[in-house]
C-alpha cells in the first residue's frame, strides 16, 4: 500500500508548558479537535454505531462540560475524546509529547517495557550459530535505511545460514517501503493482501492534492485523485484495488527456515509487514509472548490542524481497510503469534 504520510504511532514524552488561556479558547479548541473528527476520521462510522451512539453523544458532552466550567483544559479533554476511539494514528501532540496516550483504554495501553532503560531496541545483524543468522530490524521510519536493509540481506545470503531470525520487536512502523526487501527475501508463493478506501472528506482531498503537488503529481496518485473528484463527498473510494496480489519473479533458496519475533510495540507498518509475510511464506513463523500493538485499521494519518490557542497538533488517518467493511478488525486484538517464545 502506498502511503501519503509517514506517522509515528509512539511519540517521545517532554515536559510541557501549561498556557494561560480563557475557557472559551479551551472549548474553542476542543470544538475544532470534534469537527476535524466527526468531518474526516476514516474510522468514525466504524467506531460510532447504532449501538454506542448515545454513549458517544454523552460522552462529547460531559468532557465539553468539563471544559466549559474550567475543570480541564481544551487540549486535555481533546485528547480524552480522541482516545475514546482507540486508534493509535489518531492523536494530538504537543512539543513531541503524545496527549492521547495516556488516555487509551486498558486494553490499547503501552506495554510497561517501553519505559525501561533497558529496552531500546538497536538494528544489528550478525551470524549467532553456524547455522543460524540474527537480523534486528527495529523501524520502518529510515534508521535503519533502505541501504541497511539490503546490506543485511546480503550478509545474511554470504554468511551460508539455513536459518533467520529477523527480530522486529519494538518496531511502530513508518513506511511499507523499509520492510520490503525483507518480503522478497522470505517469499515462497504467491498471496494477497486487503487493500485501503479513502474516504473522501473535502479535507481530505484537499491534502491529497497538496501532496500530489509536493511530489511532482505521481501517476498512481493523480489516478486516486480523478476518482475522488469524481466520487459524491464523504463516501469511501478505494484506493487501488479491493484486493492486491504479491507476487515476486523468484524464489530464494534460503532461509530454509524464519523466525519473526514481536512484542505489544509493534504497529502500523510492521504489522502490515506480519500480514504479507503470513500470505506469501510458509517457511516463516512468527514468536511472541504478546499479539502485536493493532494499529493498522485506520491509515493515511495526516496533520489535520494546529488548535488555534494551545497550538497542538490533531492528526487523523484518512484511509481504512477493506477488512472494516467486511466486519474484520486487527487493531481490536492485534495480530496473533503463531508461537509462544
Excluded at 460510532?48 to 487540549?75: C, M, P, W
Excluded at 506495554?111 to 544489528?124: A, F, G, Q, R, T
Excluded at 543460524?132 to 554470504?158: A, M, N
Excluded at 463527498?233 to 484495488?241: G, L, M, P, Q, R
Aim: hydrophobic share 35%; net charge negative.
Amino acid at each position: 500500500m502506498k502511503q501519503l504520510f509517514v506517522i509515528l504511532t509512539l511519540l517521545v514524552t517532554v515536559t510541557l508548558n501549561a498556557q494561560e488561556l480563557t475557557v472559551e479558547q479551551h472549548l474553542e479548541d476542543f470544538d475544532i479537535v470534534v469537527r476535524q473528527v466527526e468531518e474526516n476520521y476514516s474510522g468514525f462510522t466504524a467506531k460510532v454505531d447504532s449501538l454506542n451512539h448515545l454513549a458517544y453523544i454523552n460522552f462529547k458532552a460531559e468532557l465539553r462540560g468539563q471544559v466549559g466550567t474550567g475543570a480541564k483544559r481544551g487540549r486535555d479533554v481533546g485528547a480524552e475524546y480522541t482516545a475514546f476511539f482507540a486508534d493509535y494514528h489518531l492523536f494530538i501532540t504537543d512539543g513531541g509529547f503524545n496527549c492521547t496516550q495516556e488516555y487509551m483504554p486498558k486494553h490499547k495501553q503501552i506495554p510497561h517495557y517501553w519505559d525501561s532503560i533497558e529496552y531500546h531496541p538497536s538494528k544489528l545483524a550478525c551470524k549467532v550459530t553456524d547455522r543460524t543468522f540474527l537480523i534486528r530490524f527495529p523501524s520502518c521510519s529510515g534508521d535503519p535505511t533502505i541501504d541497511w536493509v539490503k546490506e543485511s540481506i546480503k550478509s545474511y545470503l554470504q554468511s551460508g545460514c539455513d536459518n533467520l531470525i529477523i527480530d522486529i520487536r519494538g518496531n511502530n512502523g513508518g513506511q511499507d517501503t523499509y520492510y520490503k526487501p525483507y518480503l522478497e527475501l522470505l517469499y515462497d508463493h504467491m498471496g494477497t493482501t486487503e487493500g485501503v478506501e479513502f474516504y473522501n472528506s473535502e479535507a481530505n482531498r484537499e491534502a491529497c492534492i497538496q501532496v500530489a503537488e509536493s511530489r511532482g503529481n505521481p501517476k498512481w496518485l493523480t489516478s486516486l485523485i480523478k476518482r475522488l473528484k469524481e466520487s459524491e463527498n464523504n463516501t469511501f473510494v478505494i484506493w487501488d484495488e479491493e484486493t492486491s496480489s504479491i507476487e515476486y519473479d523468484s524464489i530464494s533458496s534460503k532461509p530454509i527456515k524464519t523466525a519473526i519475533i514481536i512484542d505489544r510495540l509493534v504497529s502500523s507498518s510492521a504489522e502490515q509487514m506480519l500480514l504479507e509475510l503470513k500470505a506469501t511464506s510458509h517457511r516463516t513463523t512468527i514468536y511472541g509472548q504478546d499479539n502485536t500493538l493493532g494499529c493498522i485499521d485506520f491509515s493515511n494519518t495526516r496533520p489535520a490542524a494546529q488548535l488555534p490557542n494551545c497550538k497542538a497538533m490533531l492528526y487523523i488517518p484518512m484511509t481504512r481497510s477493506v477488512r472494516i467493511a467486511k466486519g474484520i478488525s486487527i487493531d481490536e486484538t492485534g495480530i496473533k503469534f503463531n508461537r509462544y517464545y
